[in-house]
């Protein structure tokens, strides 16, 4: 699999209902970033959980982190047909020579109201 | 604050040409990226800039790409001859530095035919 490669690849849901997106990587992390991708529109940084954390929260999002697996889960709860979009996960590998960060395929979700 | 901002946000031109795109950085971020998405693959790290000087251009595909920052300001990258497989979405992205979370532009959409 990739670094960063997001599962599953496409999720449809009623408003209301929970989505859960999954992530996994290869290498070791300094940390791993959540972003959100509006259609026609640039990558915004949601949420940053470190290697040290196992999970993190805000506002309705719930992340975890599972370097033993090399995995992480992003949870909207009770979502809105606002939160449409593509979600990436982005790893920074310790061992790269700046701040670069190793963007996955992403999960493209859809509310419908 | 005003965001990242990249232009053109479209771009056709053909086989052999030259492109020019550029990027604004938020003000007062030293450090900017160059970031491509390819159709259907992942989000690929280009270059990395500290203030004017290149941190990192690992991700460089080739020699026809040529990326700079003159005064640490606004960034340009220069595709030249543009080749087919160059078409894709070409993000920019800038931040403080350290884990500071990446600002992106909404990216120039480049198609070459």
């Known amino acids: 699999s990739q670094q960063g490669e997001e599962d599953p690849q496409a999720l449809s849901i009623q408003e209301g209902e929970n989505a859960t997106m999954n992530c996994s990587y290869k290498?070791?992390?300094?940390?791993l970033q959540w972003y959100r991708q509006n259609s026609g529109r640039g990558l915004v940084h949601l949420i940053l959980i470190r290697s040290n954390e196992r999970e993190k929260h805000s506002g309705r999002l719930r992340v975890t982190l599972d370097t033993s697996k090399k995995s992480s889960s992003l949870l909207i709860t009770a979502s809105r047909a606002a939160d449409t979009a593509s979600y990436f996960c982005?790893?920074?590998?310790?061992?790269?020579?700046?701040?670069?960060?190793?963007f996955g395929k992403g999960t493209k979700l859809s509310v419908i109201p | 604050e005003a965001g990242v901002t990249q232009f053109p946000s479209h771009s056709v031109i053909e086989k052999g040409q030259t492109v020019t795109l550029r990027c604004d950085p938020i003000?007062?971020?030293?450090?900017l990226y160059w970031y491509r998405r390819v159709m259907g693959k992942e989000i690929k790290f280009l270059l990395h800039?500290?203030?004017?000087?290149?941190?990192?251009e690992s991700g460089m595909p080739n020699n026809r790409f040529l990326a700079e920052r003159t005064g640490g300001t606004y960034s340009t990258l220069k595709v030249q001859p543009a080749e087919l497989e160059d078409s894709g979405v070409y993000f920019c992205?800038?931040?403080?530095?350290?884990?500071?979370?990446?600002?992106f532009g909404n990216g120039t959409r480049l198609t070459v035919t």
């Open positions: 992205a800038s931040s403080p530095g350290g884990d500071s979370p990446l600002h």
């Open positions: 003000s007062g971020h030293d450090n």
């Open positions: 800039f500290v203030k004017e000087s290149k941190q990192d």
């Open positions: 982005a790893t920074r590998d310790p061992g790269a020579g700046s701040y670069q960060l190793t």
């Open positions: 290498t070791s992390i300094n940390n």
